[in-house]
């Protein structure tokens, strides 16, 4: 089993250092070989996703991701920006279904925002369609307005659109999910405004006859957001569009406490997969060793569960990660009065010391 290692830029290295520790610690013979991207593969070969790099995620049997973006290359034309990289690479993978487990652990329910009654207990999955809608819809660009009351003037312009096979393929994931789960979904949609939604929300419909013993119900985005952060705990499993899901995913990590704490799988249609944190590079707390690896770690748990089959593994690094948390360790991000702060590495010290 061979795993690419792709860190990254700010604490992506130092996150994905921790996550590499505990993957040794399993004592499973996995070969694992690193490469740069995003930042650090412009910095290296002059592109944020170098070709060796694509080749290394081509080849290997999944990939372990950790963050990308510097405020360095804030100025660099879109094509050499570190976001190109993850973009690039969830295209040539064809890693459509993106999951995003929510879930709030119980020691963490005061770190939460929301109150604790509210939170308690939350588990709720979202399901992104990954590799389509406005995000790579063509054409897109800046021109001359063409037409129109601003004709003559500037604009930017991108075109949202899914074609059926997409839609039907992410719904087959997220009712497959659902049946594994409280066999409940949302499909989140904007059906009342756009033409692209109401064909995705009449796809899901039509899907939903394969799956009777799942219960589907059609939200509108704006409520959706709403209901994450009213009562969240009506949800199971929710499945979006790419754009819908980016803004809806970064709501429900919230839920839980810290977005530190979120991980998350980009699957193609034979779940090779990328595995990734939910949150970003944070480069303004990178290199002090005080980011949370627990978001990687549990990603590494996933990419042990859905691409290399070895859900015992899986297992093991989860609850290994309870019983830190039980054992009242927090990162920074986490940190309440009354529990013991520590930094990256001890957190991953304390993974690996509590592994069964
Ligand atoms: C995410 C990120 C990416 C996205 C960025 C870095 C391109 O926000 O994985 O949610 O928008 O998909
Ligand atoms: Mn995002």
Redesign the pocket.
């Known amino acids: 089993m061979k795993i690419a290692v792709l860190p990254g830029d700010g604490i992506g290295p130092e996150i994905i250092e921790q996550a590499v520790r505990v993957l040794n610690a399993l004592g499973e013979p996995f070969e694992m070989e690193t490469a740069p991207v995003g930042g650090a593969g412009y910095a290296a070969h002059g592109h944020p996703l170098p070709e060796a790099t694509l080749k290394l995620a081509q080849q290997a049997d999944a990939i372990l991701f950790g963050?990308?973006?510097d405020w360095k290359y804030d100025t660099l034309e879109r094509a050499l920006r570190?976001?190109?990289a993850?973009?690039g690479l969830?295209k040539a993978l064809k890693l459509f279904a993106?999951l995003?487990p929510a879930i709030l652990y119980p020691e963490l329910a005061g770190a939460s925002t929301l109150k604790p009654e509210v939170v308690s207990g939350l588990d709720i999955l979202i399901v992104?369609e990954?590799t389509g809608d406005i995000?790579f819809g063509q054409p897109r660009g800046v021109r001359v307005c063409p037409d129109g009351p601003f004709k003559g003037e500037r604009e930017g312009f991108d075109t949202m659109r899914y074609a059926e096979s997409e839609i039907r393929r992410i719904a087959h994931v997220a009712f497959q999910a659902a049946q594994k789960r409280d066999k409940r979904l949302t499909s989140v949609d904007k059906a009342n405004v756009l033409e692209t939604f109401q064909f995705w929300k009449e796809i899901v419909t039509d899907v939903h006859k394969e799956y009777p013993d799942v219960a589907l119900d059609h939200m509108y985005v704006d409520n959706a957001a709403m209901q994450l952060v009213r009562a969240p705990k009506k949800f199971d499993v929710m499945v979006t569009g790419?754009?819908f899901?980016?803004i809806l995913?970064?709501a429900a990590a919230m839920l839980t406490g810290s977005i530190g704490m979120l991980p998350?799988a980009s699957l193609d249609a034979n779940n090779k997969g990328l595995y990734?944190p939910?949150h970003?590079s944070a480069p303004d707390i990178a290199g002090k060793g005080v980011a949370n690896p627990l978001a990687t770690i549990l990603s590494a748990a996933m990419m042990l569960r859905y691409s290399l089959n070895r859900a015992e593994q899986a297992n093991r690094i989860e609850a290994a990660v309870k019983q830190v948390l039980a054992q009242g360790l927090r990162t920074a991000d986490i940190y309440e009065a009354g529990t013991t702060k520590v930094g990256t590495r001890e957190m991953g010290d304390a993974v690996v010391q509590a592994l069964h």
């Open positions: 963050a990308v973006g570190p976001e190109q993850i973009l969830r993106n995003r992104r990954l995000y790419n754009m899901g980016d995913s970064d998350s990734e939910s970003g």
